[in-house]
């Protein structure tokens, strides 16, 4: 259901759109990280359709950190990658400079799934503050209601 649901919005591999990226560097900006992303997962990869601080269009998706945010209900943290062991033997953990700490929230859709995520990311351990949470939150929530806007708009219904 969520990858069919991604497939609609026809989103994957489209240029960029100012209104993502804006919300993707204000996410960087409240969580005062050097990068932001806002990707989008299928079956075989992240794709990113926003980003800022970092030069990749897509990732692998059994190497992307933000197949565990899909899985949440909501915000999920790691204050420090490297004691964590689900995290530990990461590649882009163990790169110079690290992942060290992440924050993801998953886009929730009007019909609950979950196309991909919303993430900031440094390169030092450290935890958001519990208004930071709720602006990354309220930022993924806005990038919901640009997707599902855009989909309505490609659609021809209002």
Same mark, same amino acid.
Do not use: N
């Given at each position: 259901?969520?990858l069919?649901?991604?497939a609609? #919005?026809a989103?994957?591999?489209?240029e960029?759109?100012?209104?993502?990226?804006?919300?993707?560097?204000?996410?960087?900006?409240v969580?005062e990280?050097?990068?932001? #992303?806002?990707?989008?997962v299928?079956?075989?990869?992240?794709w990113?359709k926003?980003?800022?601080?970092?030069?990749?269009?897509?990732t692998?998706?059994?190497?992307?950190?933000?197949?565990?945010?899909?899985?949440?209900?909501?915000?999920?943290?790691?204050?420090d990658?490297?004691?964590?062991?689900?995290?530990?033997?990461?590649?882009?953990?163990?790169?110079e400079?690290?992942?060290?700490f992440?924050?993801?929230?998953?886009i929730r859709l009007d019909?609950?799934?979950?196309?991909?995520?919303?993430?900031?990311?440094?390169?030092?351990?450290?935890e958001?503050?519990e208004?930071?949470?709720?602006a990354?939150?309220?930022?993924a929530?806005?990038?919901?209601?640009?997707?599902?806007m855009?989909?309505r708009?490609?659609?021809?219904?209002?």
């Amino acid at each position: 259901r969520r990858l069919a649901r991604l497939a609609a #919005l026809a989103v994957m591999d489209t240029e960029r759109e100012p209104l993502f990226d804006h919300l993707v560097a204000l996410a960087a900006q409240v969580c005062e990280t050097p990068v932001a #992303l806002f990707g989008l997962v299928d079956e075989r990869r992240q794709w990113f359709k926003a980003a800022v601080g970092f030069r990749r269009d897509e990732t692998p998706r059994e190497r992307t950190v933000c197949v565990h945010t899909l899985q949440a209900d909501g915000l999920f943290e790691v204050h420090d990658a490297l004691l964590d062991p689900r995290f530990a033997h990461h590649p882009d953990v163990l790169a110079e400079p690290g992942l060290r700490f992440y924050a993801g929230v998953p886009i929730r859709l009007d019909d609950g799934t979950h196309p991909g995520t919303l993430c900031v990311v440094d390169f030092r351990p450290r935890e958001l503050s519990e208004a930071q949470r709720d602006a990354l939150t309220r930022l993924a929530d806005a990038i919901a209601e640009a997707l599902m806007m855009r989909e309505r708009l490609l659609r021809g219904s209002p």
